[in-house]
Structure formats: structure tokens, C-alpha cells
């Protein structure tokens, strides 16, 4: 027999211990590529779909009628760099966008971010102009004018205006956040899986220690032995790590489908492209987080040689705790902040079962019953040979606290974002050149609307903040609505004076939103300078109200009191027309106004296109993290069970002292419930420090706003609840051991201390 | 039977191994009285351990009948059977003490609270069981764990357990199997004295002909006939 052949030789005789710990591997690489791939996938999906649509400039014409195909021969005319843009509706294919390339030539530039559409010309949605022309006979089509960067800044002939341009409404910066978040999520889910893989090749290790003994005495050198394990744990990963990414990608294209699919309907653009993305990345850093999982404690000696043997202090953890926990409220970036992130999660992981054992000692010594005592014992010994399966199992558990209160956080901030920025059903776009006056008064008129108060003007601007020493202060954006109705009286106010709307709608006061409150140390009742279209104007601040996700201060005025000077850059109306047909409503309007087309959006429709992207990466959030919750279960169960057999002959040895099997099972589950609780009561603290750590520290440091955050006691019950099932799920399969009609101690090795 | 402390009568018990069954013990009757000791020997697998395990209600059966201190298990009783087990676990509990080759005590116990462990599971005083340690000659060591005391210290402590329970009857399963002759010779030495004056019944299942002609009665299982 060789070498090789003696050492491998345990995993034939345990072949379910090799087949647990390339499972382990395999579903480790799975959990973390298939977070990782949906995460960098959504990411550039939002990147790429920014880049397409947010940041282009169209031409608009000023008397509010669609451009068409002499404006834009006109305006290239004039020396303009313009493109069309064509977008066609069709049942089949959704919609086609059909673009000129030609004309974008002027467009030109190095950077290929610029040009968004170039090389997908020839896929869905992007189609040559002439093709999306066609297409058009017949059906609806939209012309529009985008401009280069280089002209949006310049003169435009007479008649014609900048718009921005946009397909779709802008999902803000809560995706980059929520996305952000994710990353640091699918670190932790590395972690978790890293201590699974651990443990289990721990346990084989172990379990092979005589061996290695043995094949030493027969004059093999350890640093033979160490080598072998290298070339085994090597040759295992890589044969494990392979299918382990294929699973994970087919299990993020799996859930991944429902949020590309959100995606286009929101972009009209394939941009949830799920195959995409390398191997490498993935195969390089499992590869690398299995081997120091597994081999980590062959450097122990090097490291030893280079730090010394220093003594371990019984309060260190605790100081590095309390270390993570002020530098996570002290950082000052977020790499320092995920650094804090780290050390708190390793202090964390190093403490529970030291506390666990610890706190079942202390009880052991003080209680009188001797069951009782030794009940405790063996959950101190519990405690400390399941150590890292529990830790993985407490921070599983802390993450699935922190992920539930995140996307709870997001899915309420979000709706209400959505609930209060489209509160009415229908938006209008006032054209520029019209007066809106004659609309406004037939509005007002109409019985329906009047009875409801279920519409409003809106104008938007900007304006400049008068700091008390008399110097400029910060620009903020300008929110004017008239009249005040029940379209924005149900917003929820973080605080205000008596009766705020109604002194809104007396041109009383202003509101504030959160950020600019935050920013300014702006309070209600305070009296704030702006300066609105070149006058100095005071208003009492009247509230101060949420405005999720946006990072710029804004000001909500009644628009009467806007000074005639002042610029409004972009006015809409609002309206729920309730029993009033919209129709007859857009049909006046354009009548009034004359004009023959108008911007009309359906709110409810974008508000269900946007909750759409939300909700499927809250889905996929939430099965990622039960995934991993599900897999540090079953490693405890996996390690309680094989740790057990070594343990069964002491609940057996209860049984012939007089202790029923009931009774021993008992014993048990109480055991092992204890043990689960115990888990779930140290991720409870981690977890909602870890919320609060996502919410208020990375968000703040990465986005300059942080949203509310909240807990959620409900969810941490059904937790509780679900540790108690894990427990006994474990105490029930362990207690099967029980049945067995051996009465001979399953180790006939002498006690060593490492049983006690 | 009537009096005995213990009677079997007709005991069979097969085991499987591979697809062929194997006969271990094959209508097997014994009688122990009170203050008497019985030997049992025999080669390796001729169903020592598994006839101590029969006695004390560890294992069942496939035929024949057990009492032991007034209590009557018969596999052709299926009724009784069923609550059986209560009662044997009342039996272990407070009768019968039960001593093996090794592991007897909780690892995560030190030995005083092993012995204690034991008693207050017999319903006996607490109190003296750091006197059957010392009895013992291991009352110093009392809060030493398992791990930390010798192999014979640990003998010493498993007979202190079973003396603290205060038995009728002391099973022991090789109690000096893993012992060295001399340590092995001292553990006996105690047990037998220990077990005399306290007037309980022992069976005691060994391989040493020299500790066999200790007892009252000898029972060798490897000659008995094999149909």
C-alpha cells in the first residue's frame, strides 16, 4: 500500500465524511457565487441602464408639440449634434428602440460609455432607425432628439428646449445602496460558509489524528503528511469548487429571472444578462477561502515562529468587541468601517462559545442537583467542541436578522417614497410656452375634482438658502404645490407645528425635507432666508418631512407665494380625476391650451414597475440568506450528530443508571434546545448591531443619507421559534442513537480531558 | 426461586451475523441469593456481557424468563413486557449497580459529584458520598475529574458510585479488564469486602480463573452445550 493510498484510506472507510465535506464545498461555492453573481450582475445592470438613460439631454420643442423629422433636419441644419431616437411599441417584441448610428457619429468620442447603444445594434431592443421605422407604420411611435453632451450646453435655435431624457423613472440611489449592502452580505455568507467547511474538515482531521501518529512512528515526516493534506484539500476544492459555481449561477439565473425580467419592463432594455461574468474570480476565491478554512492551522507554526507563543488573555476578545463596535461609530470610511464590520464579527464568533461555556459552568456550580450539574457540563462541553458550527449558525442567524430588517426597512421606505412622489393617479406635463391659468381654473371647477381636492399644481425650481450671517448658503431644490389637498396631507411629518398644511396652503411657511433638516440643523419653527427668483423671502419652517433616497435638500412651498421672477424649471399637474374620465380631462387640457399632444403618465403603472424590481430583489435577498441559514442547520445538525456518537455512551450510561430512554431523551432535547436558543439569543445583539451598522453607518458614509431604522420583535420570535425547531430537530435525530442496544462505550480509549 | 435475589429460567438470545444467525446464549437458567457471588466466565463473545445486560433489563430476551428481587420479566408475557422497561429503570435505579471495564463515570463530573450523581438517582443521602470516596482511599481526589485521576482511581470511583447507591445486587462486566494485576488485585479486593459486609448479591463476569474462585459460584459459558 502506498503513502498516499494509507492516508486517503479513512475516507473509504467513511465515505459519507468525504461525500459531507465536498457537499459542504460545493454548497459553500454555491451560496456565495450565486449572491455574488446576482449582486454584480444587478449592479451592472442598474450601471448600464444609468449610463443608457439618465444622464442624456433631448431637444424638446417650446410650443409642447412632438419633435419630428424636420425639427431634426433643422436642427442639424443649425449645426447641431443631434440623434433620433425612435421607440416603437409592438405586442411581440415589447418595445424597439431604433437609433441612427450615422447620425451619432458626431456623437464621438473615446469613452464608449457615451454611446451606449453601440455594438448592440444588432440585438433587442436596439434596431437601426430605418428598421424601428418601419415597425412604427401603424403602430405607436416616438420620435425623440438626443443631443451630445458637447451641444446640451449650448444655444439652441428658437423654439426648442433642453429635456432631460429618461425611459423610465429613476430608481434613486436606495438600488446602489440595497445593491452595496448586498456586497457586504455576500461577504458574510463567505464567512459563514468558510466555517462550515472548517468544521467538517475538522472533524475528519480529527478523526485522523492516529493515523498521522501512526504513519509517523513508521518514520514519515510530518512535513510530508502536511503536504499531502495540501495536495488533497487542493485536488477535493478544485474538483468541488467547479460544479459549485455552475449551481450558483444556475441558482442566481434561476432567481435572478424574475428581476431581469423587471428590469426590461422598467428600461425596456435586456439588461439582466445572467450568463454573463467570469469563472475565474469565483474559482480563485473559493479556492483561496477553502484552503485557509481547511490549512489554516498548518501556518499556526510559522505564525508562532513570528509572533511568539503570546498568551491568551481570557478579556481580549472582549476589548477587540468593544474595539469593532467604537471604530463602527467612529469610522470615518468605509473601509474602515468594514474593517470594524470584521473585527466585530471575529470577536463575536470568539466569545459565544466562550460565554456559552462559561455561563453553563457557572450554573453547573451552582446548582445542587447533580443531573442538573452535569446537564450543564455537557452543554459547556457542547458549547465548545461545536464551537465553530455554532458560530457559523449565530452569525447566519444575525445575518438573517439584518437582512429582514434591511429589506423591511427598504420595502416600507420605498413604498412610501413611491406612495407619497405618485400619490395622484394620473401625472401631467405643462408644456413650457403655455399658461397654465385657464387649465388651473377649469380644474377647479370641475364638481368631481373640487368635492375630492384630489389634484394640484406643481412647479420646480431651485433656490438658495440665506445662512443668518447673511452669506450664501447651499442651492436646494424648489417643491411649489397650490392647492394644498389630500394629495400630500397624508405625508407622514417627522415633525411640525399645528395644522402645518393648512398654514402651507395659506403661503404661511414652508416644509423642509429630512436631508436639508439634517444638513442644516434646520428646526421646526425656525424662520429660514432663500432666495427665490432674486428675492430674499422668510418663511417660518412648518415641518419637516421624509424624502427617502434623495440626497438633496428640498423645500415645499405653496407655489402662490413664488415671486413672478422666479425660474420654474419643469411644471406638472397632478390629478386623481375619481369618477371624471381622464380622457375628457387630457382632452381639455390640450383644448385649453392648444396643443395636440400631451405627457401624460399613468402613476400607478410606474409605481408597479418600480415596486416590481424591488420586491424580486427582496425575494432573491431573502432566499440567499435562508439558503445559508438552512446550510449552517444542517452543518450543526451534520456535527451534533457525528460529535454525539462520541458523547451517546454517557446519556446511555443515564439509561442504566434507571433513567427511562424518555427520560435520557429528555435530557437531550434540552440539551440541545438550549444550545440553539442560546445561538439565537448572541445573533440577536450582532444582528441588530449589524442593521444598524447597514442602515445608519454604510449607507450615511456611502451615500450622504441614511434611511429610518427600524426593528422588528415579531421577527425575532420567529427566529426563536425556528431555533427551537433546529434544536430539536437535532436533539431527535441524535436521540435515534439511543435505541442502540450497545452497552459498551463507543470510544474504549481512556478519557483525555478533551471530553469534559 | 421463591426468596432467591435473582433467578433466570430458559433464556435464549441470538444475534445476526451477516446473513447467519448466531446462538449466544441457548436456554440458559441461574439462581443468586442474597450475600452471593457468581462468576461468570467464558472465551470472548460466549455472552457474558450480554446475559449482565439481560439481567438488569439492558437487553431483551428472544426467550425465557428473569426475576430479580421479587420482579418477574417473561417474554411470553407481552403485556407485562410492555412496562417493563419502567420497571427495570426503577430496578437499576435503586438496586441494582452496574460496574464496566471502563467509562462509568460522566467525563464532564468530577468524581465526588459522579458518586453523587449516582445516589441522588438511588434516592440516597448526598452526605456520605465523600465517605465512600475516602472508604475507597480516593477522598482526596474527590473534586479531581475523570481524566485526571488514574485508571485504578477510576475503578475505585465507579465502585464508590454503586456502594453509595446502596444495591441488593452489583453486576460488574470485567471491572478490572483494564487494569494492571496489582491495581486490579486492590479493586477486588475492595469490592469483595465491600459487597460482603453489605450482604448485596454479585455477578460478576470475568476471565481471570483466579478472581472466578473468589466467588461462591462459578458459571463457565463456554462449556455449556451448544445444541
Known amino acids: 500500500m502506498t503513502l498516499l493510498a494509507a492516508l486517503f484510506s479513512h475516507y473509504r472507510r467513511h465515505p459519507l465524511q468525504l461525500l459531507a465535506l465536498a457537499a459542504m464545498i460545493v454548497l459553500a461555492t454555491m451560496l456565495w457565487t450565486g449572491v455574488h453573481h446576482l449582486t454584480s450582475q444587478a449592479r451592472a445592470s442598474l450601471e448600464q441602464s444609468e449610463s443608457a438613460v439618465a444622464e442624456r439631454q433631448q431637444v424638446r420643442r417650446t410650443d409642447g408639440k412632438q419633435v419630428t423629422v424636420e425639427d431634426f433636419v433643422e436642427l442639424r441644419r443649425g449645426g447641431l449634434c443631434v440623434m433620433p431616437w425612435l421607440e416603437v411599441a409592438s405586442p411581440e417584441t415589447g418595445r424597439v428602440v431604433g437609433v441612427d448610428p450615422l447620425a451619432a457619429g458626431c456623437f464621438g468620442s473615446t469613452d464608449q460609455d457615451d454611446e451606449p447603444w453601440r455594438g448592440e445594434l444588432d440585438g433587442r431592443p436596439f434596431v437601426d432607425i430605418s428598421e424601428a421605422a418601419e415597425l412604427a407604420r401603424g403602430k405607436t411611435g416616438e420620435l425623440s432628439l438626443l443631443v451630445s453632451d458637447s451641444d446640451s450646453a449650448g444655444v439652441l435655435p428658437a423654439g426648442y428646449r433642453l429635456a432631460p431624457f429618461r425611459v423610465g423613472p429613476d430608481t434613486g440611489e436606495l438600488g446602489d445602496s440595497f445593491l452595496l449592502n448586498l456586497d457586504a452580505l455576500g461577504v458574510l455568507v463567505l464567512l459563514i460558509t468558510a466555517l462550515l467547511v472548517r468544521s467538517v474538515y475538522l472533524l475528519g482531521l480529527a478523526q485522523r489524528r492516529d493515523s498521522f501518529a501512526l504513519l509517523h512512528r513508521f518514520g514519515v515526516g510530518p512535513g510530508r503528511i502536511n503536504r499531502l493534506l495540501v495536495a488533497e484539500i487542493l485536488l477535493l476544492a478544485l474538483v468541488c469548487i467547479v460544479p459549485g459555481i455552475w449551481f450558483g449561477r444556475w441558482l442566481a439565473t434561476g432567481l435572478g429571472g424574475g428581476f431581469g425580467r423587471a428590469l426590461e419592463g422598467l428600461f425596456d432594455q435586456p439588461l439582466y444578462a445572467g450568463q454573463d461574468g467570469g469563472w475565474l474570480v469565483p474559482l480563485a476565491i473559493m479556492l483561496a477561502v477553502v484552503l485557509v478554512a481547511c490549512l489554516a492551522d498548518l501556518l499556526r507554526p510559522m505564525a508562532r515562529r513570528l509572533f511568539g507563543n503570546g498568551r491568551r488573555y481570557g478579556g481580549f476578545p472582549v476589548l477587540v468587541l468593544v474595539f469593532g463596535v467604537a471604530l463602527s461609530i467612529w469610522a470615518p470610511g468605509l473601509a474602515w468601517l468594514f474593517v470594524a464590520v470584521a473585527i466585530v464579527f471575529v470577536a463575536a464568533g470568539t466569545l459565544a462559545p466562550i460565554l456559552i461555556s462559561r455561563l453553563a459552568d457557572g450554573r453547573a456550580r451552582a446548582d445542587s442537583n447533580p443531573l442538573a450539574r452535569w446537564r450543564h457540563r455537557e452543554l459547556s462541553v457542547l458549547a465548545r467542541r461545536l464551537a465553530l458550527p455554532l458560530v457559523a449558525l449565530q452569525f447566519a442567524m444575525a445575518m438573517v436578522l439584518a437582512v429582514q430588517a434591511l429589506v423591511t426597512t427598504f420595502e416600507s421606505t420605498f413604498d412610501r417614497w413611491l406612495g407619497q412622489r405618485l400619490e395622484a393617479d394620473f401625472y401631467i406635463e405643462i408644456p413650457e410656452t403655455v399658461d397654465p391659468g385657464p387649465a388651473l381654473e377649469w380644474l377647479s371647477e370641475q364638481p368631481e375634482l373640487a368635492a375630492s381636492g384630489m389634484w394640484h399644481r406643481v412647479a420646480r425650481g431651485e433656490a438658495t438658502l440665506v445662512k443668518t450671517s447673511g452669506e450664501t448658503g447651499p442651492a436646494v431644490d424648489v417643491f411649489a404645490l397650490g392647492p394644498v389637498g389630500p394629495l400630500v396631507t397624508g405625508w407622514q411629518l417627522f415633525e411640525s407645528t399645528d395644522e402645518p398644511w393648512r398654514a402651507l396652503q395659506q403661503g404661511k411657511g414652508m416644509m423642509v425635507n429630512e436631508q436639508l433638516a439634517r444638513r442644516q440643523d434646520v428646526t421646526v419653527g425656525q424662520t429660514l432666508t432663500v432666495t427665490l427668483g432674486g428675492e430674499e423671502l422668510n418663511f417660518p419652517v412648518l415641518a419637516i418631512y421624509p424624502d427617502y433616497g434623495r440626497p438633496a435638500g428640498e423645500i415645499l412651498l405653496n407655489v402662490s407665494v413664488l415671486p413672478p421672477e422666479f425660474v420654474r424649471g419643469f411644471q406638472s399637474l397632478s390629478v386623481s380625476p375619481g369618477d371624471l374620465s381622464m380622457e375628457a380631462v387630457t382632452h381639455q387640457l390640450k383644448a385649453l391650451w392648444q396643443v395636440e399632444e400631451l405627457t401624460v403618465r399613468d402613476n400607478r403603472a410606474i409605481e408597479d414597475l418600480a415596486s416590481a424590481i424591488f420586491d424580486q430583489t427582496f425575494l432573491l435577498t431573502r432566499a440567499m440568506t435562508a439558503l445559508t441559514l438552512i446550510l449552517a442547520a444542517v452543518a450543526l445538525l451534520m456535527m451534533g450528530w457525528v460529535f454525539f456518537s462520541t458523547r451517546a455512551w454517557y446519556f446511555r450510561l443515564l439509561m442504566v443508571w434507571g433513567l427511562s430512554r424518555r427520560q435520557a431523551s429528555a435530557q437531550l432535547i434540552r440539551l440541545a434546545v438550549s444550545l440553539s436558543s442560546i445561538i439565537a439569543l448572541l445573533a440577536l445583539p450582532l444582528g441588530v448591531w449589524l442593521t444598524w451598522v447597514l442602515v445608519h453607518r454604510i449607507n450615511p458614509l456611502a451615500f450622504g443619507w441614511s434611511l429610518p431604522m427600524a426593528v422588528y420583535p415579531g421577527f425575532w420570535l420567529e427566529l426563536g421559534v425556528l431555533s427551537l425547531l433546529i434544536g430539536l430537530s437535532i436533539a431527535l435525530l441524535m436521540s435515534r442513537q439511543l435505541k442502540s442496544p450497545k452497552s459498551a462505550p463507543v470510544n474504549a480509549n481512556a478519557p483525555a480531558g478533551g471530553e469534559r | ?227
Open chain 2, 1 to 227: 426461586m421463591v426468596g432467591s435475589l435473582l433467578w433466570a429460567r430458559g433464556l435464549k438470545k441470538q444475534f445476526s451475523s451477516g446473513n447467519e444467525p448466531v446462538s449466544v446464549l441457548q436456554d440458559l437458567s441461574l439462581q443468586l441469593e442474597p450475600g452471593q457471588s457468581l462468576a461468570l466466565t467464558g472465551r470472548s463473545g460466549s455472552g457474558k456481557s450480554t446475559l449482565l445486560n439481560i439481567l438488569c433489563g439492558l437487553e431483551r430476551p428472544d426467550a425465557g424468563s428473569v426475576g430479580v428481587l421479587g420482579e418477574t420479566f417473561d417474554t411470553r408475557n407481552p403485556e407485562a413486557l410492555k412496562k417493563a422497561e419502567a420497571r427495570w429503570g426503577n430496578l437499576r435505579r435503586q438496586q441494582i449497580g452496574v460496574v464496566f471495564q471502563e467509562a462509568n463515570l460522566m467525563p464532564a463530573l468530577s468524581l465526588l459529584d459522579n458518586v453523587r450523581l449516582r445516589a441522588r438517582l438511588a434516592g440516597q443521602d448526598e452526605q456520605d458520598c465523600q465517605d465512600w470516596l475516602e472508604r475507597l482511599g480516593i477522598g482526596e481526589l474527590a473534586n479531581r475529574y475523570p481524566d485526571q485521576v488514574s485508571g485504578g482511581q477510576r475503578q475505585r470511583a465507579a465502585l464508590a458510585m454503586v456502594f453509595a447507591m446502596k444495591p441488593a445486587l452489583i453486576l460488574a462486566d470485567e471491572p478490572t479488564g483494564s487494569l494492571d494485576r496489582q491495581t486490579a488485585e486492590s479493586v477486588i479486593e475492595q469490592l469483595f469486602e465491600l459487597q460482603a459486609r453489605h450482604g448485596c448479591g454479585l455477578i460478576l463476569a470475568t476471565h481471570d480463573p483466579d478472581l472466578a474462585s473468589r466467588c461462591n459460584r462459578h458459571l463457565d459459558l463456554g462449556h455449556l452445550p451448544v445444541p
